[in-house]
């Protein structure tokens, strides 16, 4: 139901013990609150998680409907140059990139 929970540092040192195995095999372990609640939501609803595993093509969202082409194509840069960073190589492992929506035919 929920895509991330947040905790206090102190309710923090509690969770591992009784919920640690099943929130990391799950990747919903909590995140501390460091600021206000208000930053660390709005934090949360603007990141994105990369998971890379052994294949070697990465799918992602990058917008929605109402954001600008600007918008879009500032957050499309934003995605493919962490891409690029969490490469060995860098831009040197990326062989192509193809871009869609969810429903559409992609773009080369």
């Not at 102190?10 to 919920?19: A, D, G, H, S």
């Not at 600007?70 to 490469?87: E, P």
């Not at 190589?89 to 969810?102: D, T």
């Amino acid at each position: 139901r929920f895509n991330q929970t947040l905790c206090s540092k102190e309710l923090l040192r509690l969770i591992p013990r009784i919920l640690g195995p099943a929130l990391n095999r799950m990747n919903k372990f909590p995140r501390v609150i460091a600021g206000t609640m208000e930053q660390e939501i709005s934090d949360l609803k603007s990141t994105v998680r990369f998971r890379q595993k052994r294949c070697m093509h990465v799918s992602l969202p990058v917008g929605h409907v109402q954001l600008t082409a600007d918008q879009l194509r500032q957050n499309l840069v934003l995605a493919m140059n962490f891409i690029a960073s969490l490469c060995p190589k860098g831009w040197g492992n990326i062989g192509g990139v193809h871009i869609k929506s969810s429903m559409g035919p992609s773009v080369d």
